[in-house]
């Protein structure tokens, strides 16, 4: 049995924020980010004719038009793999923070630093 993932209550509640974004849009992804002031965005994946994003960029991007300078830690929602887009937008601002993906359930199952 795998050893489950311990996360802090901010932690916990970009994950929750993150589930809650998938499913109240029934989004392939939800993501939430977690900014240098201790701020939340959440978003779902964003599939029109002509823009698309992953969740976690439509988050980033919510963050930086909010203000944002940093990320602390970012969560998603998905049933499949993380893309590298979506990892590359988190660097793009902060080289370290961890990303933590969670299945449909809320249950984190790997944590990318």
């Known amino acids: 049995m795998a050893e489950q993932i311990q996360l802090d209550d901010e932690d916990a509640k970009i994950v ?8 109240r849009t029934q989004a392939a992804e939800g993501a939430a980010v977690r900014d240098t002031d201790g701020r939340t965005y ?20 919510a963050a930086v038009s909010s203000g944002a ?7 998603v929602v998905t049933g499949g793999e993380v893309s590298q887009e ?5 660097r793009d601002l902060a080289e370290k923070a961890p ?12 944590v990318l630093e």
Do not use: C
């Open 16 to 23: 929750t924020l993150a589930r809650s974004s998938r499913a």
């Open 86 to 90: 979506s990892v590359a937008a988190v």
């Open 42 to 61: 959440a978003a779902a994946t964003v599939a029109l004719p002509s823009l698309s994003l992953t969740a976690l960029q439509a988050a980033i991007a």
């Open 99 to 110: 990303i933590y993906v969670a299945d449909g359930r809320g249950t984190v199952t790997e």
């Open 69 to 75: 300078e940093g990320i602390e830690a970012a969560a």
